[in-house]
Every structure is written in C-alpha cells, then in structure tokens.
C-alpha cells in the first residue's frame, strides 16, 4: 500500500508524534495553517469516515478532545476548529481517515467558510426529510 500516514504508522516516514497508543497516533502538520495544527490518525487503515468503525471514530474523537484541550494551552490559541475531510469535492488530500486539529488566533486570517447560502422556501424541509428517508 502506497499511503503516507500508513508509511508514518510503520516509520518509514518520520513525523513529529504528540500522542500514540494502541489505537491512534496524533502528530502535527508538516504544512499547518497555524502552529500546533495536529492530526490525530488511526492505526489501521481506513480511507475516510465512512469505512472506519464506530469504536475507531469514538476513540479518535475522545483523543481529539484531549489533545485540542492540551494544544489551545500550549500554544495560547483563542480557540480551535475540528475538521475532517472526507473525499475529494470536500478536499481530502491524504486517503487514510484523519481529524485535524487546528488551533485559531483572533485576527489569524484563516477562513473556513467562503460564504453562506440561505434555503429557499421550503428546502430545508424537504432536505431534512430526505436525510432522515437515507437514515
């Protein structure tokens, strides 16, 4: 397998770890949008939310609690955004399931979003019926 995070996993890349244990292994961004910016990855692979197992997802989400809380200390950041993209429209790079944790400075510049759409008359009905007839 040709996957870079699978390659870190194996250390045959090296990386700069700030957590690891049995299930995940957290490190940060070798191009991070502010200093601090970590991903927290699973040791198996898995290509993107939809193939990774719940119990996975839990225990990266409890490690991501506990690194964003040590991470907003560490480096003094006002806050931080939890983010997770998942195939190519929503510009997922790497294609092993990873959650980004990136620490967020008042006046730092970086935009999640580039602008809001409102629903038109109706759609949010029918959309939110449609995601619960997909459940």
């Not at 390659?7 to 601090?36: M, R, S």
Request: aromatic share 6%; glycine share 6%; net charge negative.
């Amino acid at each position: 397998m040709d996957c870079l995070f699978c390659k870190i996993i194996a250390g045959e890349i090296p990386c700069t770890k700030v957590y690891e244990d049995d299930t995940v292994l957290a490190f940060l961004d070798i191009h991070p949008v502010n200093i601090g910016h970590t991903l927290v990855i699973p040791k198996s692979h898995h290509v993107n939310l939809y193939d990774t197992e719940d119990a996975t997802l839990a225990h990266m989400m409890t490690v991501t609690k506990k690194l964003s809380i040590a991470i907003k200390k560490a480096v003094g950041a006002d806050g931080i955004n939890i983010a997770m993209n998942n195939e190519s429209p929503a510009e997922q790079m790497i294609f092993h399931t990873h959650i980004q944790i990136v620490p967020r400075f008042l006046g730092d510049g970086y935009v999640c979003w580039r602008g809001p759409r409102d629903y038109n008359e109706g759609e949010a009905d029918e959309v939110a019926q449609k995601i619960k007839d997909s459940l």
